[in-house]
């Protein structure tokens, strides 16, 4: 009996925290998390839009199937200079592999620049008379494809 006393006097001399405090509390929590919000947010949309501004087209392909090189006339589109990270060429079926030489080759807006693919030491070896997608990839994840067909 006197257990259930010294148990039921214990309860009632436990305190919460006062209304005020647990408010503030809250409010401090929500500003914090909108702010760590509004920054991912931000650098999102920042990323997102230079590579919006970044478009680039493939003007012409000049080929040497027996020197297995390829010279691509890129062209700089978007609205903001661009740097060509790598060019690609893959066989046109779709299981094909990519198989890509890296450059970096700054273009400025509206300019245009001719970007040798050079495939000896890739593993493609360029045939005649055979259908390849040659693509062209940006610093900022861009790129752009095109279908050709090697001369016989």
């Given at each position: ?52 501004q970044t478009q680039v087209n493939i003007d012409s392909i ?59 030491g890739t593993g493609l070896t360029l045939a005649p008379s ?23």
């Amino acid at each position: 009996m006197s257990t259930q006393r010294s148990l039921k006097r214990f309860r009632t001399n436990v305190k919460g925290i006062s209304p005020l405090i647990a408010t503030l509390l809250l409010i401090a929590i929500a500003v914090a998390a909108s702010a760590v919000t509004y920054m991912w947010v931000m650098s999102m949309i920042g990323s997102q839009s230079q590579q919006a501004q970044t478009q680039v087209n493939i003007d012409s392909i000049t080929w040497n199937v027996d020197g297995n090189t390829l010279n691509v006339t890129v062209r700089n589109i978007g609205s903001v200079d661009t740097t060509i990270e790598t060019v690609s060429v893959r066989l046109s079926t779709q299981a094909s592999t990519w198989y890509p030489v890296s450059v970096s080759t700054t273009i400025a807006t509206g300019a245009t620049a001719e970007i040798e693919w050079d495939g000896t030491g890739t593993g493609l070896t360029l045939a005649p008379s055979s259908s390849y997608v040659i693509r062209v990839t940006t610093l900022t994840g861009f790129y752009y494809e095109m279908s050709a067909v090697s001369p016989s």
